[in-house]
Structure formats: structure tokens, C-alpha cells
């Protein structure tokens, strides 16, 4: 595997559900964020880690909870969601934070909520 | 303001022309605009990137306007192709920062 992968690639869930997206870097980053996709609206940052401790919450709501156990890897966890919470979710991996960083990002997971 | 607005929403354009997307931002912190190209089923990858202290920046048939006071830059893609078929979203980094702030995208469709 190379790259930003992501499993699974599509997933849907009733709103009592809980599951979990996984993501996992192979290119030796040490930062990892997750993006929420919805159709015609921007990307939004939901969370980075660097070096496995998270720095950045923007305001996501706590039915979304993620973890880094290690630079490689990055889950979030899915408890309660709502229908709109159905989006393309994506994860990326850049090495260091600085701006000039190029973000990487894997294919998604596209999430429905029943 | 952390927005950056992005147009149009979508574009058609014949093989061979000259399509052009529209970016504006605010905040004048902001000192890196990376482009990323997204294909259907794959995450965005980034296409081209500039920075405020260059006017243009050409990297094959892609090129990227800046104007630095109306804060305002765009992708211009010449001699476009089938293939370059895609969602295209500007952006807009802080030095030193991991926050990458997003356009909403522009929906590009190349005809044959």
C-alpha cells in the first residue's frame, strides 16, 4: 500500500449505530487531519494530530471522536449521528504543519446516515 | 474572516479552452494558496501552489494569477484536455499553521 488509505470506503449507518473509519499513512508524516466533503460547500478541518496529540478540535461535535494511536494511524469514531452528518470524510497526512507542507489525502469514506 | 470564496460553481468548456477559476480572500495573514485537482472516488491532490510575493506561476498547462492587492488569484488552464475533467478547489494557508482554509470547489467538465 502506498500513499493515504482509507477503510471502508463507503459505510452506512442507522442514527443508534456506532462505527468506526480508519486511516493509515505510508509516507512517514507526522501530522494527520480529517476533512468533512459535503456537495458545494468547502472542505472542512475537523481535527489534526501532530505527533499523535491532537491540535486542532474545530467545533466538531462530540458524536465524532477521534484517536491517533500512532503517526501512522487515524480513526474516528461514529456514535449517534445525525442524517446530515452524511458526507465524503477524508484524510490527509503532511509532514510537519508548516503552510508550504503539502496535505495528502486519501480516497474517503463516503458515510450515509440513515 | 477565514473564508476564501471560489467561482463559478461549475464550467464547460471545449477541448482545447482556456477554462478560468476565480478565487477571493480576506485575511491578509494568509501567505500560501495551493490548488488541489480532486477526481471522482479519489481525494484532492495538489495541482499547483503560489505564493504573495509572485504575480504568476506557470507549471505546464496550468497557471496561477495572483494579485496580491485586490487578494484575489486564479487557475487559468490552457489547452485543456478530457482529462482534466475534475473538481478544482483553491486554498489558503498561515505560515507556521496545519489550518488549510478551502473554496468550495469548482466543477470543471472539458468536451471532447
Known amino acids: 500500500e502506498t500513499g493515504v488509505t482509507q477503510t471502508p470506503r463507503h459505510l452506512v449507518m442507522g442514527m443508534t449505530n456506532k462505527k468506526s473509519l480508519k486511516c493509515e499513512q505510508h509516507?512517514?508524516?507526522?501530522?494527520m487531519y480529517w476533512y468533512k466533503q459535503s456537495a458545494k460547500k468547502p472542505l472542512e478541518l475537523m481535527f489534526v494530530?501532530?505527533?499523535?496529540?491532537?491540535?486542532e478540535n474545530n467545533s466538531v461535535p462530540s458524536r465524532f471522536s477521534p484517536e491517533c494511536p500512532n503517526s501512522s494511524h487515524l480513526f474516528l469514531h461514529l456514535h449517534t449521528l445525525q442524517p446530515e452528518d452524511s458526507a465524503l470524510y477524508l484524510c490527509?497526512?503532511?509532514?510537519?504543519?508548516?503552510?508550504?507542507?503539502?496535505?495528502?489525502f486519501g480516497p474517503g469514506t463516503r458515510l450515509t446516515v440513515l | 474572516q477565514q473564508q476564501v470564496k471560489q467561482s463559478p460553481q461549475s464550467l464547460i468548456v471545449q477541448k482545447g479552452g482556456i477554462p478560468i477559476i476565480n478565487c477571493a480572500y480576506e485575511?491578509?495573514?494568509?501567505?500560501?494558496f495551493p490548488w488541489y485537482q480532486q477526481f471522482p472516488g479519489k481525494g484532492p491532490a495538489l495541482l499547483i501552489a503560489?505564493?504573495?510575493?509572485?504575480s504568476e506561476k506557470k507549471e505546464g498547462r496550468f497557471t496561477i494569477s495572483f494579485n496580491k492587492s485586490a487578494k484575489q488569484f486564479s487557475l487559468h488552464i490552457m489547452d485543456s484536455q478530457p482529462g482534466d475533467s475534475a473538481t478544482y478547489f483553491c486554498?489558503?494557508?498561515?505560515?507556521?499553521?496545519?489550518?488549510?482554509?478551502f473554496g468550495a470547489g469548482t466543477r470543471l467538465f472539458v468536451k471532447a
Open positions: 486554498a489558503a494557508t498561515f505560515t507556521g499553521g496545519f489550518k488549510t482554509i
Open positions: 494530530y501532530s505527533l499523535e496529540e491532537r491540535v
Open positions: 490527509a497526512s503532511s509532514q510537519g504543519w508548516n503552510s508550504y507542507n503539502e496535505q495528502f
Open positions: 503560489i505564493r504573495p510575493d509572485v
Open positions: 485575511n491578509t495573514a494568509f501567505d500560501y
Open positions: 509516507l512517514g508524516h507526522n501530522a
